[in-house]
């Protein structure tokens, strides 16, 4: 699995925790109010927003840097384009470059709420730029930086399934050849179920669009659908791998095709339990001999069903339950007399039955057996001696039961063998809360799909990666370059590189970073700076809230790191929207630049 293959010699287990690093304010830190305001507010409809259009909304960036990351875009509550562009000593200047017309906003179908405006731009052409009202219309600018002004190339009516307007938002942008570029889109989709109750009946899932612009046709050109996926919830991160000529899709559950058959939501008839035989290795014997029993347990329960001739008598059957035995007399079952069972059980409480209706064959005699002490799970039938062991047969499972109990060992094992090889870093030492700890990061799953149609990557590397799971700490801060990730493993968060040839590479250790992340319960937006660091910007909408937490790399045995903490959002700078890198200059130096309700905080040499 991709996160199961660390580089041991880069693990820090004796790490002890972050020391402050009480940085200078006034130094790393510049305000600028903002005379063109954004806003977060999309809801256009009676229905209520659901959990997953929250989500999408909670992690979408308003924020976009150009591609020379020079400047920053984004689309204030008047749909107005503004770009920020900086000068050397990171003055900011804003202007409007252009303004998106109001959109004709109806009701009629009262299941659409409004997308939130968003910009990218044509690959790394920072001249071209697409942006999206959030209704449904997209439209292409052709920005001239210099001037401050952009023109418009082209008004785009995006052929959807239906002819109505569907809010759509932009993702990723990938400039595939010299004519055309494709833009990665989701749209929230409301799936109706007739079955359930009406206040439970419609579920939200998202469509994914490869929408297909070609450049050299006039603005008139509609986009073409290369494809259309559809998955749980938009993408927690996307992005585009030219040398695969394939795009990366992050999400709680693989991206499908509608045409594709429906994932299976029980294990497979493989995973079940077969038929106990009583050969015991005897290869002699034929494997189609019914067992003498079966038997299968809940929390209270035993159950052994013997098969019997259909001619037996009631009468010819007789059964005592004793505290701690079992004694049977029946013609073709195994003769029990006072054979001791696995557990005790509560002989008033137990009692057979025998059915041979309608039956010319075989009738069943069922035992049931209450356990004295509940919820104990038995191991066999019979206590473990040598008189019972030509009789034991292996507990009939279904295939749900059978799949929680798989699931349990592995995790069992799993953590023991973590335990093992991989002690907790020191500081965890009696703070662990595993419940608190599970929330840190994303559960995802990454999907590699072909740019061209959509299609899954049929090559061993994008499939290693589609048949694992993962909890996702932090992903590229937007703007910069190359493909990376931070994965959580036990209390760490791992820093993983990816290569042209596919291969993930764990780079860098961040200790105990899922473990202080756990604990911050406002944070919108976890972003990482190549091997710098990691920035946990809050929302700023909780009270005391609206900080910047930056844990900075450290040494791989070093037994602390660095940790500064910067308020950002919150109060008067109101809630935080955006982040996104730009260069500092001509040089290699990158600043992030945080966008607020009222402010533009710039945040220079902190990682």
Known sequence: MFASRPNRALLNPKFEGYKLDAVDEASVLRRQPLPYKPKQTTTSSHIPLSFREVQSRIRHNHLVSSPDLHSVFYIDGELRVVQVSFDDKMEPTCAVVFEL??????????????????????????????????????????????????????????????????????????????????????????????????SVRATVEY??????????????????????????????????????????????????????PPRLSSPELSEQMPLPRTTHGDASRDDTTPPPYAWTQDEEEVTVAFPLPASTSSSAISVLFAPQSLTLRAPGAPSLSTTKLWAPIAPSSSFWTWDAAGSTRYGLLTLHIEKSHAHTRWASLFAENAATSELEVPE???????????????????????????????????????????????????????????????????????????????????????????????????????????????????????????????????????????????????????????????????????QAILRVAGATAGTLLGVAAVRVGGGDEVAIVCLCENDLVILRDVL
Request: proline content about 6%.
């Open 207 to 260: 469509d994914i669009y490869a929408l297909q612009i070609l450049l050299s046709k006039s603005d008139l050109e509609k986009p073409k659908i290369l494809w259309h996926l559809r998955g749980a919830d938009a993408p927690l991160y996307s992005a585009y791998a030219p040398e695969h000529a394939a795009f990366l899709l992050i999400g709680s559950e693989p991206y499908r095709s509608l045409t594709a």
């Open 396 to 562: 009939t499972l279904d295939a749900s039961a059978l799949a929680h109990i798989r699931d349990a060992l592995e995790k069992f094992t799993a953590s023991a063998a973590e335990q093992v090889q991989n002690p907790l870093p020191s500081l965890a030492s009696g703070e662990l809360d595993d419940e608190l700890d599970a929330d840190a990061g994303a559960r995802v799953v990454l999907s590699w799909v072909r740019a061209s149609d959509g299609q899954p990557i049929p090559e061993p590397w994008a499939q290693s990666d589609a048949d694992c799971s993962l909890s996702v700490l932090s992903t590229p801060l937007p703007g910069t370059s190359g493909l990376s990730l931070i994965v959580k493993h036990t209390l760490d968060g791992l820093f993983f590189t990816r290569n042209d040839h596919g291969t993930w590479t764990h780079a860098r250790t961040h200790p105990a970073l899922a473990f202080v992340l756990a604990s911050k319960r406002d944070v919108r937006f976890v972003h990482h700076l190549a091997h710098r660091g990691v920035l946990a910007l809050e929302a700023g909408a909780a009270t005391g809230g609206g900080n910047a937490y930056i844990y900075r790399a450290s040494g791989t045995h070093a037994l602390h790191a660095p």
């Open 101 to 198: 017309p109001a959109p004709m906003v109806t009701d009629e179908a009262g299941e659409l709420h409004r997308e939130y405006a968003s910009v990218a731009f044509a690959g790394h052409n920072a001249e071209m730029l697409f942006v999206t009202d959030g209704c449904g219309t997209l439209y292409t600018l052709m920005v001239g930086v210099a001037e401050y002004k952009a023109t418009l190339s082209g008004t785009h009516n995006v052929p959807f399934e239906s002819d109505a307007p569907r809010p759509f938002k932009i993702h990723t942008s990938a400039r595939v050849d010299a004519d055309s570029v494709i833009l990665l889109v989701s749209a929230a989709v409301r799936l109706h179920d007739s079955s359930k109750p009406a």
